[in-house]
């Protein structure tokens, strides 16, 4: 039941964690790659979602998103974190088409995520313009 009042609280849950893990991440000097979380306290996607305390309920909505921001699905989100691609600006996009999905109760499943229809050019004109 897509309503029901356990998945309800799970996407508010979800709401609040990667609302914690943008606010983390808000800033450039404070998002970094190559490490979970410097020595300074810069942190990557991965060491933000953990600091939220948030792996379980946001690994696959952010997989998601990746896929539908940059038109390429990521087997693990370090990966397009550490990526030549990932900038701050794309990073924060991201983490806010999660943030639009998971409040409008988008299903969060990566298996069935339909291929891009954007064309390589398109995409990056779409990163450029982030």
Known sequence: MPFDS???ELRL????????????????DRWCKGTLKSADGR????????EAD???LLYAPILRAIREVTGYGYRQIEHFNDGWVA????????LEQAQEN???GVATTTRNAPP?????SARFRRWLGR
């Open 6 to 8: 356990q998945g309800q």
């Open 13 to 28: 849950e979800a709401l609040a964690k990667i609302g914690r893990v943008i606010d983390l991440l808000s800033s450039k």
């Open 43 to 50: 942190m990557c996607i991965l060491g933000a979602v953990r």
């Open 54 to 56: 948030g792996e379980l």
């Open 87 to 94: 900038s701050h600006s794309l990073v924060l996009a991201v």
């Open 102 to 104: 998971l409040s409008v």
């Open 116 to 120: 891009a229809q954007l064309s390589l």
